[in-house]
């Protein structure tokens, strides 16, 4: 049982496989948080909610209702605004008064089986035969007439845990001035803090920062999760490594403007905060309305990051991610932009094709440029017609040709974005976000549509659907390139203003709800100029997402290890693309850029038609040798090996979950003179078995692999990297 109460304590245990999460009822008012951790036998542990001895004069007489209860020295579940409470609460509320005080305690609780969709919004979610448990907890603010459901949701045998938050008012019109969807209090500050952070062309950089006084947070007020910060962090010690110490992750399932927050007090006291941000947010709640946070995940390891990190993988995987694609192997393609940009036609696409199919791509993608008068940057967003001048007889023409040789189409979208010169903004001025008397803020030449409007939002989804009714169309790539400015929108009333950022969202999910379940053959992928709409709440709909567009080898192998932090390899698209890089100018080798792509979602970006016959050779080698392995791509456990944020390699390696395969990667930087002898040491193999490596030829011991590790060839020249396959092998 994922969920136990012992009620005469008023104890609540959420206990996974591995970890606990316990809850007090202290005097039956107030949910406190008590422990979150390694899985204990007995939670009855209450004694541990009291108050280090030095604050014991500061609560004294401290019973419900009492004057002297000072709620600054306790750790509370869902903590509330204005009372003695000073530090941040995990939500606010605006009462018919102005007011923003409030008091909600806890009146009742259900426990059941199984979990509940998120209507409207992206969660994880639960199939035939999982184990897990459903803890609703709900709190009354007896002023305001408002009840506060927090709810969470037990994964048993993923080790993890979802939260959300659900405010309903019964009688009076309120306003939500805030709404976090978790809020956890640590008795003890953890040491430091792990962010992903960047910006275009150097996404998901991992950051330790050293926690102290004070607040530890990152955001987004772009509209989207950005390139610049990640819906997620990680709270571990001073000496949690990969392998070692305790790991606390938190990821929102969320793709708009976010909060995530560390605030350390004068005790060294923390509480970790996540959701929606509170900038530009005021939400207003009619009697009779109901509103429900976006859903966090938390995940526990007690032993290191990367076991934290396969953790997320497998939920990710398999309960975030759904429809066909999430158990199917994903078709190596070739993608148009780098090798042609604009200069698209049936004739020039079929070219690409003849070489792709030689080599072995599964499917052609058609970049930007095939619709409306779209020759450069500057026009026809919003205008989804194909070019019949380009692409005579459309997509059906041209998908038949493909199919002849092979391949399958794919297709590149902007569905948000509108062109200034655009038959739609002609007739629609009014549809793409903006603020009567201020300047409409271009980037990349086009607006955005106001996806805050239903009717406009519809318009769009009927848009791209007659497109994609059109031909057999097998992928479809969905890109984002700007950010929203002049926020607000005509069809909101003024005192809805603060509703904006998050109801765009909203119909962003169900565009995306309506279109994955009207075409679930197509594969649609995540684009928003690079990684800067990758997080949770996109997975929920595309399996796949292009993390960056900066596609140089080197950078990625930064982009791609913190990444993996929370996402797992299926999820990341790495494409090969020709030298000198377009972003960067760096010149690296083919069987460098190979590497750095295999353990990912492979794909090339490049005119094949420039390759000699040597590079044709790897390429179509190369290709073969990813089918062999995508299988463990797409299922295998993925473990970190050397880090490229600690020196010179990189290693990293995939292992089936039953260990009786694995393939590992190294990669060397820059070559060093008289280098030291170099090895790696693997991870997770069975110890008691025996490995064949396909590569060396030899026979080696799991147990021997992990404590002596893996020698290194040495080569000459930067750049370097190398590659092995093992198999178990059957005595």
């Known amino acids: ?118 209507q409207g919004l992206p969660h994880v979610y639960t199939e035939a035969g999982d184990k897990v448990q459903t803890l609703e907890l709900t709190l009354y603010d007896a002023f ?86 990640n819906p997620f962090l990680a709270l571990v010690n001073e000496n949690t490594t990969e392998d070692y110490g305790d790991a606390y992750g938190i990821g929102l399932v969320y793709s708009g403007n976010f909060t995530a927050a560390v605030h350390c007090d004068m005790h060294r006291s923390a509480r970790v905060q996540m959701g929606i941000n509170p900038f530009h947010f005021k939400w207003q709640l009619l009697a009779g309305e109901s509103f429900t946070t976006p859903e966090a995940v938390l995940v526990y390891a007690s032993h290191g990051l990367g076991e934290m990190s396969r953790r997320f993988h497998r939920l990710y995987r398999k309960r975030l991610c759904r429809g066909y694609y999430r158990d199917a192997v994903r078709p190596v393609l070739l993608n148009t932009w780098e090798a042609a940009y604009f200069n698209i036609n049936h004739d020039t696409i079929l070219k690409y094709a003849e070489k792709a199919k030689d080599v072995g791509v599964e499917l052609l993608v058609v970049d930007d440029g095939w619709f409306g008068k779209r020759d450069d940057d500057t026009s026809s967003l919003g205008d989804w017609v194909i070019n019949e001048k380009k692409f005579p007889g459309g997509f059906q023409v041209l998908a038949k040709d493909l199919n002849k040789l092979g ?72 890109d984002c390139n700007r950010r929203l400015t002049e926020c607000g929108s005509d069809a909101l009333p003024a005192d809805r203003q603060g509703e904006f950022y998050h109801r765009y969202v909203l119909n962003l999910y169900r565009f995306l709800e309506t279109l994955t379940q009207r075409f679930p053959h197509i594969l649609f992928e995540n684009c928003a100029s690079g990684g800067g709409r990758f997080d949770a709440g996109m997975m929920y709909y595309f399996p796949q997402t292009w993390v960056s567009d900066n596609s140089d080898a080197f950078a990625r192998l930064k982009i791609q290890y913190g990444s993996s932090l929370c996402y797992p390899p299926i999820a990341i698209t790495a494409h090969i693309s020709d030298v000198p890089n377009e972003q960067l100018g760096r010149t690296t080798p083919l069987s460098f850029r190979q590497h750095v792509s295999q353990p990912f979602n492979l794909g090339y970006e490049m005119d094949l038609a420039k390759m000699d016959e040597i590079q044709l050779e790897q390429t179509c080698e190369n290709i073969a040798l990813y089918k062999q392995i995508r299988e463990l791509v797409l299922n295998g456990e993925f473990y970190r090996l050397k880090s490229p944020y600690e020196g010179n390699e990189t290693a990293w390696m995939l292992i089936a979950p039953d260990c009786s395969q694995a393939t590992v990667w190294y990669y060397k930087a820059l070559a060093q003179g008289e280098e030291a002898y170099l090895n790696v040491k693997l991870k997770g193999l069975n110890p008691n078995v025996r490995y064949y490596c396909k590569q060396t030829a030899q026979f080696y011991e799991g147990d021997v692999l992990m404590r002596v590790g893996l020698p290194i060839p040495w080569e000459n020249g930067d750049f370097f990297s190398c590659m092995w396959q093992f198999k178990q092998v059957k005595e």
Request: with cysteine; charged share 25%.
């Open 1 to 118: 049982m994922a969920i136990e109460f012992l009620n005469r304590q008023g104890i609540f245990h959420l206990a996974t496989n591995n970890t606990s999460y316990v809850i007090k009822l202290w005097q039956n008012t107030y949910p406190m948080h008590v422990y979150w951790g390694e899985r204990i036998a007995n939670p009855n542990i209450d004694w541990h909610l009291e108050t280090p001895y030095r604050r014991r004069e500061r609560i004294q007489g401290g019973e419900v209702g009492s004057p002297q209860f000072t709620r600054e020295y306790w750790p509370f579940e869902y903590p509330c605004y204005g009372t003695s409470d000073f530090r941040p609460p995990a939500y606010e509320i605006q009462t018919g008064n102005g007011r923003t005080l409030s008091d909600a305690r806890y009146i009742e609780h259900h426990i059941y089986d199984g979990k509940t969709a998120l």
């Open 144 to 229: 305001a007439d408002l009840t506060i459901t927090l709810v969470y949701n037990v994964f048993e045998d993923y080790d993890a845990i979802t939260r959300h938050t659900r405010f309903y008012s019964k009688s009076q019109n309120l306003f939500l001035n805030s709404a976090l969807s978790v809020s956890v209090d640590f008795k003890n500050m953890p040491d430091e803090m792990i962010q992903l952070s960047g910006t275009a062309l150097r996404e998901k950089h991992l950051h330790r920062r050293k926690l102290d006084c004070g607040t530890t947070s990152v955001d987004s007020t772009r509209g989207i999760s950005s390139h610049q910060q």
């Open 407 to 478: 391949l399958k189409l794919g297709i590149w979208v902007e569905p948000e974005m509108i062109s200034p010169n655009s038959e739609l903004y002609r007739q629609h001025p009014d549809w793409c976000i903006h603020a009567d008397g201020y300047v409409r803020t271009q980037w990349r030449n086009q607006l955005v549509l106001d996806f805050s409007r239903d009717d406009v939002t519809d318009a769009m989804i009927e848009a791209i659907s007659r497109v994609l009714d059109s031909a057999d169309i097998y992928y479809v790539k969905w």
